[in-house]
Antibody, heavy 119, light 110 residues
Framework: QVQLQESGPGLVKPSETLSLTCTVS?????????WGWVRQPPGKGLEWIGS???????YYNPSLKSRVSISVDTSRNQFSLTLTSLTAADTAVYYC????????????WGQGTLVTVSS | QSALTQPPSASGSPGQSVTISCTGT?????????VSWYQQHPGKAPKLMIY???KRPSGVPDRFSGSKSGNTASLTVSGLQAEDEADYYC??????????FGGGTKLTVL
């Protein structure tokens, strides 16, 4: 059974850059599938951030594309999210995820990590 | 881009059936077979319940079913049980390798 675990800072200042890492266990990223990030502001709905294929091809939410980057490190079986120019609106629970043979479905979810943007 | 439209709330008594709608446009739900549904209990990560409009992942009870007509997808929960009380989100491919979620529906089991 694949498991995903997010790690990163819980508090980031406005205008700074957020970096989160997702460590995958129970499955090798190199074997395929899409890997990505979804976020959920407190008390609100889900927002897809983007996905990456194990080979490195990336897909991003158009509304975040200018600030987002997702990368993969197959040697560590990890993938990462970078989000720049943070504002309070980026405060959310960030979930890392595994898709299927398409990035358009989220099959497995991490437990999520709360990131607060505040000075 | 706007989120897919879901009713904020739905409810039913134990044993009854309830249907949750997810309305989009001809550019997303209407033209996509990649419509999914997720269940989220408070404080927990979402769980995939339906994918590709009507397929159930292994382990999801057959009380959960999905369908689509035109620009509207639907999730039906039959034989409601107390543990079905949760938030439900739909998602759809929205073109240009973009995934869109609905605003969510809070399902209450009376």
């Amino acid at each position: 059974q694949v498991q995903l675990q997010e790690s990163g800072p819980g508090l980031v200042k406005p205008s700074e850059t957020l970096s989160l890492t997702c460590t995958v266990s129970g499955y090798s990223i190199s074997n395929g599938y899409y890997w990505g990030w979804v976020r959920q502001p407190p008390g609100k709905g889900l927002e897809w951030i983007g996905s990456i294929y194990y080979s490195g091809s990336t897909y991003y939410n158009p509304s975040l594309k200018s600030r987002v980057s997702i990368s993969v490190d197959t040697s560590r079986n990890q993938f990462s999210l970078t989000l720049t120019s943070l504002t309070a609106a980026d405060t959310a629970v960030y979930y890392c995820s595994r898709g299927g043979s398409t990035p358009m479905v989220v099959v497995y979810w991490g437990q999520g990590t709360l990131v607060t943007v505040s000075s | 881009q706007s989120a897919l439209t879901q009713p904020p709330s739905a409810s039913g008594s134990p044993g009854q059936s309830v249907t949750i709608s997810c309305t989009g446009t001809s550019s997303d739900v209407g033209s996509s077979n990649y419509v999914s549904w997720y269940q989220q209990h408070p404080g927990k990560a979402p769980k995939l319940m339906i994918y590709e409009v009507r397929k159930r992942p292994s382990g999801v009870p057959d009380r959960f079913s999905g369908s689509k007509s035109g620009n509207t997808a639907s999730l039906t929960v039959s034989g409601l049980q107390a543990e079905d009380e949760a938030d439900y989100y739909c998602s759809s491919y929205a073109g240009s390798n973009n995934l869109m979620f609905g605003g969510g529906t809070k399902l209450t089991v009376l």
